[in-house]
């Protein structure tokens, strides 16, 4: 089965400090993808990565920016967090031969005081 | 744009009710319709998905069939459990040609199944 982790499930932090959201998948997907959810909106697409070093803005990147060094790591960086960016934040990837589907991690629940 | 429309919840049922969860979308030509289910706690998990006009997928209970002439992937249960509780997203995967390759959601649907 495919495997999505992220590296932490709550988090916690200031306004104004830098954060790392890191995801890794472990079946060689070239796809990746960093999310947001929030009630009454669903999922919004934030950056998607189609390969190593590959990466394009998504429905709402404003406030974040996305690092893919290597093809099994997909991180999220926000670069002066806000209140506003409080948020549970998904990380999917995604086969780009045969299915289309995509697989999500569990999820971080970032706020930001 | 692509666009998914969902029915606002939550849809609160007894268990062994018949569920219906509306789902409509806009797209260019024929994408590909998937509906995830995220349990408490958890992420999104494929719960059925249909590539192309009267394709119906099934899991665990659960149908949906692709109506391309209303524009429709409406999410069905005959009898819902208990452990059925959870948040329900319709999504689409559109066309390559479109150029965009991330998934379209739709805002989610809580249902509460009570004992």
């Known amino acids: 089965d495919v495997k999505v982790t992220q590296s932490s499930r709550y988090l916690v932090k200031r306004t104004g400090e830098k954060v790392f959201l890191e995801c890794v998948q472990d079946?060689?997907?070239?796809?990746m993808f960093w999310y947001r959810q929030d009630p009454g909106l669903g999922l919004r697409l934030i950056y998607f990565?189609?390969?190593?070093?590959?990466?394009e803005k998504g429905d709402i990147p404003e406030g974040y920016s996305v690092s893919r060094e290597k093809k099994e790591r997909f991180s999220l960086i926000l670069e002066s967090a806000s209140t506003n960016q409080t948020s549970m934040y998904l990380c999917?990837?995604?086969?780009?031969?045969?299915?289309?589907?995509?697989?999500f991690g569990p999820g971080t629940r970032l706020t930001v005081l | 744009g692509d666009s998914v429309t969902q029915m606002e919840g939550p849809v609160t049922l007894s268990e062994e009710a018949f569920l219906t969860i509306n789902c409509t979308y806009t797209?260019?030509?024929?994408?590909?319709l998937f509906w995830y289910v995220q349990y408490p706690g958890e992420g999104l998990q494929l719960l059925l998905k249909?590539?192309?006009?009267?394709d119906k997928g099934s899991n665990k209970g659960f149908e949906a069939t692709y109506r391309k002439e209303t524009t429709s992937f409406h999410l069905e249960k005959g009898s819902v459990q208990v452990s059925d509780s959870a948040v329900y997203f319709c999504?689409?995967?559109?066309?390559?040609?479109?150029?965009?390759?991330?998934?379209?959601f739709g805002s989610g649907t809580r249902l509460q199944v009570q004992p």
């Open positions: 999917a990837s995604r086969s780009t031969s045969g299915k289309n589907e995509q697989f």
């Open positions: 079946m060689d997907h070239e796809n």
């Open positions: 990565s189609y390969d190593v070093k590959m990466k």
């Open positions: 797209a260019t030509g024929y994408p590909s």
């Open positions: 249909a590539t192309k006009a009267d």
């Open positions: 999504a689409l995967n559109p066309r390559m040609d479109t150029g965009r390759r991330a998934l379209t």
